[in-house]
């Protein structure tokens, strides 16, 4: 059975920091490319930041570039998500999603059930 697991969310002041991770179990980790996507009520899913394989291949959406990094310990099969310079319109519910995309043109993807991050003083 496929699980992903979200925790690390919470209430932090602006400027503030947050670590979100990723537990998984289920599927051949590191196979798979780790993304972080951030939804906000009445507005699509927005990429936030992905990881491949090796983990020297990353992107970042512009928003968050320089104070976001994404990280995965394929031993553990956890992904990361380390937030810095935290800003209120950082508050979302932050969604980890797992991806692998094969030769023949399949897709398989996996969501976790989302963490609260809230950004406020």
């Known amino acids: 059975q496929v699980q992903l697991v979200e925790s690390g969310g919470g209430l932090v002041q602006p400027g503030g920091s947050l670590t979100l991770s990723c537990e998984t179990s289920?599927?051949?980790?590191?196979?798979?490319?780790m993304r972080w996507f951030r939804q906000v009520p009445g507005k699509e899913r927005e990429l936030v930041a992905g990881?491949?394989?090796?983990?020297?291949?990353?992107n970042y959406a512009e928003s968050v570039k320089g104070r976001f990094t994404i990280s995965r310990d394929d031993t553990k099969r956890i992904a990361y998500l380390q937030m810095t310079r935290l800003k209120p319109e950082d508050s979302a519910v932050y969604y980890c999603?797992?991806?692998?995309?094969?030769?023949?043109?399949?897709?398989?993807?996996?969501w976790g059930q989302g963490t609260q991050v809230t950004v406020s003083s």
């Open positions: 999603n797992a991806r692998l995309q094969v030769l023949d043109g399949r897709e398989f993807t996996y």
């Open positions: 289920g599927f051949t980790f590191h196979g798979y490319a």
């Open positions: 990881i491949g394989n090796p983990a020297t291949n990353t």
